[in-house]
């Protein structure tokens, strides 16, 4: 019998880490690897982030923090909302967390009883679904397929919800796909959530990664009754490149912004000072570096779009933010690649690695088995190594 809570026979490792230390366990074989398998952003914080975090080391004053997070960082994120167009917050509906993985986490905990439904739209991160597994919660998929560029519509919503549904989860600009909504279609979705009870987590991670101007539009401005209903969760690791600080903010009705000030104060305390320090920097300051690295990814993604389109059969949405693109390539299933069957995308990145050195997720590890990820935060001499490389192992396709 195992000695284990029956739910972490729910828990399972995260697959996109998986693919990652195959990756890095080839390469420390001594192949010659091209990683587009993790999603972490290849820039460093800008300078006044460590500058802040040292200051805070000279003067950190070690003793046990807020619960809910320092009064300085929250100001720091009511900045960086209004300057994402996001007002009327206050300190009193925030709460800090370790990451936006554990403030998601938390917020689960929070709100779903087991067999409480969820509906998570696919492809989706996948962090939603193991840990509304390990909660035990009655997952149900929403699939927005290729044809809908991967984007949640008023149709398919509106089938998929209904009175007894607890929670959705929304992602906007997108990871897997890096597809953005535009203003019509978040009010679109906002007149569907407006008449159900469900509480709505927007997870705003990739809101300052949106290339060609398109713009960011949240649901609580389309809708404004839908401040009691929609939590804003956001984190310093990716618009900063500040992974590994683990610094996430969330932003929401206030039961629930203290249901996770709670469970903070039952489990991490609080966040360490430098972490703070560094994250309010980031958050407050200047954001010159963020906008530099998104003029350099959007670069990054025309080089990706304009490989992948050279690949017949396979179909990309177009990427608008993030630094993601989830091509469609199950119309490459059934070939082969020598011996080897290309029978479906887990089978197509498991030779893209082995054969051409090229590590993607799979498109199943979000819910999508017709496509695979392909995260483009690299330099440009690997990205342009890895998409020759793509596009021979594709050519050698019969
Ligand atoms: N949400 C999305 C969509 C993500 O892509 C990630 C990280 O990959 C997270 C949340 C978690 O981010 P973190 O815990 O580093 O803040």
Redesign the pocket.
Known sequence: MSRLAARMARAKPSAIMLMAERAKALKSAGRDIVSFSI?VPNFLPDVHVYAAARKALDHDSGQYGSNRGAPELLDAYLQHLGEMGVHGYQRADLAAGV????L?FQLLYAVLNEGDEILIPTPY?T?YIDIAEILNARIKLVECGPADDYKLTPARLEAAIGPATRMVLF?NPS?PAGVIYTRDEIAALAAVFVRYPALVVS?D??SRMIFDGVGFHHLVNAEPALRDRVIL?D?V??SFGM?GW?V?LMAGPRDIADAVVTLNSNSITNLPEVAVAAATAALAGSKAKTEQMCALFAQRRDRVVAALAAIPGVHCPYPRGAFYALPDISALYGRRHGDQLITDDLAFCNALLERAGVACVPGSAFGEPRAMRISYALPDAQLDDGLARLQRFASELT
């Open positions: 999603g990451g936006a993985k554990h998601l991160w962090s992602c990871n997870d991670l990739y969760v984190s690791s990716k992974p683990r996430g």
